[in-house]
């Protein structure tokens, strides 16, 4: 079947520390990956995607590889800031399933002054 | 702003009652997706529209139905209600093709006494 898996949470760090979030995925097909973040009573907006193999999404200093051979996706940050405190979800689509989304359980971060 | 609009925010009812959540998506979005997010289950996919038919359906409860009018706009409705159905519930939509990331709206807020 098609799902997602990311590390969970929560994951707290001191501002300007290193971040990275594990996502790995299984999909009957080629998937496109996503990063999703949620803020504390927002919705989840776009993050970054990649939509084919080596491809690297990236955002706001956010950076992540879409990496077929070890079929994951994982999120990284250089610096982080006490503002990227949020959820964030890791999700595929597959064009073969109607453009069906598969979502992970979310990681929750927290940064710390 | 995403672009998606979701009314009411915030709903409070009582056990037994029906709701009606709407969504009114980006424009030019023909899919309508929506989600339940609880603290205990995480995103849950409830059902998928695209141009105004059902293209998928996930966890949805029997109690539980949608559709997408000719505007395009959805509708959530929520009968018999339990006190587990308290939850947010989230519509996303986009543009249905390969690639399309979901947009998500801000959430209705739903709690059942």
């Known amino acids: 079947g098609n799902s997602v898996t990311q590390m969970e949470g929560p994951v707290t760090l001191s501002e300007e520390a290193f971040l990275t979030i594990n996502c790995t995925y299984t999909?009957?097909?080629?998937?496109?990956l996503f990063w999703y973040v949620q803020y504390p009573g927002e919705g989840l907006q776009l993050l970054l995607k990649?939509?084919?193999?080596?491809d690297k999404g990236s955002n706001k200093g956010f950076e992540a590889t879409y990496r077929k051979e070890t079929t994951s996706f994982h999120l990284e940050k250089g610096s982080v800031q006490v503002s990227d405190s949020a959820v964030y979800f890791c999700?595929?689509?597959?064009?073969?399933?109607?453009?069906?989304?598969?979502f992970g359980t979310g990681t929750s971060l927290t940064v710390i002054p | 702003d995403s672009g998606v609009t979701q009314t009411p925010k915030h709903l409070i009812t009582a056990t037994g009652q029906r709701v009606t959540l709407r969504c009114s998506p980006r424009?030019?979005?023909?899919?309508v997706y929506w989600y339940q997010q609880s603290l205990d289950q995480g995103l849950q996919f409830l059902i998928q529209?695209?141009?105004?038919?059902?293209?998928a359906t996930g966890n949805i409860l029997e109690r539980f139905s949608a559709q997408q009018f000719p505007d395009l706009h959805s509708e959530l409705n929520l009968s018999s209600l339990e006190l587990g159905d308290s939850a947010l519930y989230f519509c996303?939509?986009?543009?249905?093709?390969?690639?399309?990331?979901?947009?998500f709206g801000n959430g209705t807020r739903l709690t059942v006494t």
């Open positions: 999700a595929l689509s597959l064009s073969n399933t109607g453009n069906q989304f598969y």
């Open positions: 529209y695209y141009n105004g038919e059902e293209r």
């Open positions: 999909a009957t097909g080629y998937p496109s």
């Open positions: 424009s030019g979005d023909l899919s």
């Open positions: 996303a939509s986009s543009v249905q093709g390969y690639n399309s990331p979901l947009h």
């Open positions: 990649a939509t084919k193999a080596d």
